[in-house]
């Protein structure tokens, strides 16, 4: 929802990785940034009308970004799209970073204007696979922001450690980055990202997908 420069670029990005796409705005003039390339559908209207969420296949939609210039807009477009129509994912664009805490404790991510990069982006919007950030120079080893699944909420970060082999280098909490404790309990919101080995990610990513294990 939203056909400016950022929500024009995550379009393109999104097709690039094989995705179906649509974009909705409410002036046609936007579509013209998303290129002569771009094989998606185009939906003009306001994008947290029901109808037109409708008329661009929220119904079946996996995953929704607003990224439209209005704050209320973007949060209203990702709320009814969680809570009307059942989409699990969506990522809402806020200008006001002050407000990121309020939208984010009703369970609607956000990422702030200033920090936006389209890689933050698409980590919210499609949050299965992991995503490495940073690599060692020999590319063996990484830290990556690896998907947990729900089930491990309230669970300290070590049990997470202890499960995967790997080490907790950070994770963010209402937008902000901290660096865990061994107290420190994975909460709902939460995005943890894990120093591993690049050929061990898919194994952990496994066991984090799942329920934590349990220890008779």
């Not at 806020?94 to 990121?100: F, H, L, N, S, T």
């Not at 990610?201 to 997908?209: M, Q, S």
Request: charged share 25%; proline share 6%.
């Amino acid at each position: 929802m939203g056909c400016g420069r950022v929500g024009a670029s995550l379009a393109r990005a999104l097709q690039r990785r094989g995705h179906d796409i649509a974009v909705v705005d409410q002036d046609d003039a936007a579509f013209t940034r998303l290129g002569p390339n771009f094989e998606g559908r185009t939906v003009t209207g306001i994008g947290f009308d029901r109808d037109t969420l409708r008329e661009a296949g929220i119904e079946g939609a996996y995953a929704l970004a607003a990224v439209s210039s209005g704050d209320n807009s973007n949060i209203l477009a990702a709320r009814v799209a969680r809570e009307t129509f059942g989409v699990e994912h969506v990522v809402a664009r806020i200008y006001d970073p002050g407000r990121a805490e309020i939208y984010q404790r009703l369970g609607i991510p956000t990422v702030a204007t200033v920090k936006w990069t389209s890689d933050q982006m698409l980590r919210r919007l499609l949050p299965q696979g992991h995503l490495p950030e940073l690599t060692d120079p020999s590319g063996q080893v990484v830290i990556a922001e690896v998907p947990v699944d729900p089930r491990w909420i309230g669970l300290p970060l070590t049990a997470i450690e202890m499960a995967t082999g790997t080490r907790v280098a950070y994770y963010t909490r209402l937008g902000e980055g901290a660096l865990p404790k061994p107290e420190t309990i994975f909460q709902e919101g939460d995005f943890v990202h894990l120093a591993a080995r690049r050929d061990e990610l898919i194994e952990i990513e496994r066991i984090l997908d799942g329920p934590p294990p349990v220890h008779e």
